[in-house]
């Protein structure tokens, strides 16, 4: 079972978060997050002891050295809403030789994902989440994962298209998992930016042509 460890996340990124994190079986949850800040200034205030503060950065240290990849991915999922901080947290990932690998619609989960190599931490990887794409929303996101659960993996553009029934599947979204990379095993990026607006009107002849007939 799961044993769970609350830990700041003291890495060179400012601000870095605290985090309450269930590692079992080389996997992290979702992690959330208080700011590692707020525990300082709570432990000025006599509200948490130095001692505690120091116990929660000494597990983080030992997460960090013996748990990296699982770390890292539950840092990113915390982060998840803000860009810049993403951005900073991939860049230490590569510090430390841990992969992130771009969306994939085929591949990528709702979070941060932790692809593991064997029984150590070495040739860890991480996924990122669809949700963590800019203008990308939780609807969208859970359409698409819910397809490919119940169909299985999309084999062209085209069909994505035709299989994902979302309103949240709009120009800002598709945009967005384009420039991203989502779709990069589906089509040519630039080809789908190009003919955008006939990609959608596609897209909605589809959907209308569908309805109709199951009216």
Same mark, same amino acid.
């Given at each position: 079972?799961?044993?769970?460890? !609350?830990?700041? &996340?003291?890495?060179? $990124?400012? =601000?870095?978060?605290?985090?309450?994190?269930?590692?079992?079986?080389?996997? #992290?949850?979702?992690?959330?997050?208080?700011?590692?800040?707020?525990?300082?200034?709570?432990?000025?205030?006599?509200?948490?002891?130095?001692?505690?503060?120091?116990? !929660?950065?000494? &597990?983080?240290?030992? $997460?960090? =050295?013996?748990?990296?990849?699982?770390?890292?991915?539950?840092?990113?999922? #915390?982060?998840s809403g803000d860009t810049e901080k993403i951005g900073t947290i991939i860049t230490e990932c590569k510090r430390m030789n841990i992969p992130v690998l771009p969306p994939s619609?085929?591949?990528?989960?709702?979070?941060?994902?932790?692809?593991?190599?064997?029984?150590?931490?070495?040739?860890?990887?991480?996924?990122?989440?669809?949700?963590s794409v800019k203008n990308v929303g939780e609807g969208i996101v859970e359409a698409i994962i819910a397809e490919r659960k119940k169909n299985g993996p999309f084999k062209s553009l085209a069909e994505f298209l035709e299989r994902v029934e979302s309103k949240d599947l709009n120009k800002k979204s598709l945009e967005s998992l384009t420039k991203a990379g989502a779709l990069d095993t589906l089509s040519e990026r630039n080809a789908v930016l190009k003919n955008m607006e006939r990609v959608l009107e596609f897209t909605k002849s589809y959907h209308q042509g569908k309805a109709g007939n199951q009216s």
């Open positions: 079972p799961a044993s769970t460890l !609350v830990f700041a &996340a003291h890495t060179p $990124m400012a =601000a870095a978060p605290v985090l309450s994190v269930g590692v079992g079986m080389g996997k #992290a949850s979702k992690a959330l997050t208080a700011g590692l800040g707020r525990a300082y200034a709570e432990a000025i205030q006599g509200n948490i002891g130095t001692k505690d503060v120091n116990d !929660v950065l000494e &597990a983080v240290a030992y $997460m960090k =050295a013996h748990y990296p990849g699982e770390y890292m991915c539950a840092i990113l999922t #915390a982060e619609i085929n591949d990528s989960n709702k979070d941060f994902t932790l692809i593991k190599s064997g029984g150590n931490s070495a040739g860890d990887q991480i996924r990122f989440g669809l949700l």
